[in-house]
Structures are given as C-alpha cells and as structure tokens.
Nanobody
Framework: QVHLVESGGGLVQAGGSLSLSCIIS????????LSWFRQAPGKEREFVAT????????LYGDSVKGRALISRDNVKNEVYLQMNSLKPEDTAAYYC?????????????????WGQGTQVTVSS
C-alpha cells in the first residue's frame, strides 16, 4: 500500500516563500509520477506541478508558473515544492499525489494515491 505524507505548511506573509515536502512509502517513489495539487475552500482542486520519475519532465500550473519549483529525490522517496513570491490567493490545502509512471498530465483524476494535505495560509 502506498502512503504519502506532506509536511511544511503553515502561515506565511505575502511575498514570502515556503517549502513543502512529501515522503512516499510502501513502494519506491521512482515508480511514480509525483505531483502537487491544492484546494481552497469552495474552489475546485487545482493543479500546481508535476514531475516524472526521471526528474526532467516537469509541468507547472499557470497560476504558479515562475514562482514554483518542483523536485524529487528518488533515494529519499521524497518530492518537494518550493514556492516564492507568495500571494494570499495561494492559500489552500496542498496535496501530494502519485500517478503511475507513464502519466504526465495535470488532471487530478489520473492520480491514484494522495496524501492528507498540508495547509498553507498566506497573509496579506
């Protein structure tokens, strides 16, 4: 069974930065495409970033492009999200998700395994 556990959320001032981590257990992270999504109250789940198991093929959501950096460490079985120049509209629960290794898209429906989420709140 695959488990994903996020960490690193919290309260950040607008303009600041945050780093999120997600550790994968149960199977080797190299078997998966790993992604970050977010969901704010009353809004749909939104794609943030995805990285394939080669660590090279990466996509970002339009709302974070230029401010986010996704990376992974297949030895540590972890995936990371660094975000800069945070805005109040970045406030959301951030979820780590895993998809089968040939998946490379932005749809949350293609991701079979999910973490519980970590809350990020950006104050103005």
């Amino acid at each position: 069974q695959v488990h994903l556990v996020e960490s690193g959320g919290g309260l950040v001032q607008a303009g600041g930065s945050l780093s999120l981590s997600c550790i994968i257990s149960g199977r080797a992270s190299s078997e998966f495409t790993l992604s970050w999504f977010r969901q704010a109250p009353g809004k749909e789940r939104e794609f943030v970033a995805t990285i394939m198991n080669d660590g090279v093929r990466i996509l970002y959501g339009d709302s974070v492009k230029g401010r986010a950096l996704i990376s992974r460490d297949n030895v540590k079985n972890e995936v990371y999200l660094q975000m800069n120049s945070l805005k109040p509209e970045d406030t959301a629960a951030y979820y780590c998700a895993a998809a089968r290794d040939r998946v490379f898209d932005t749809r949350w429906t293609t991701h079979e395994w999910w973490g519980q989420g970590t809350q990020v709140t950006v104050s103005s």
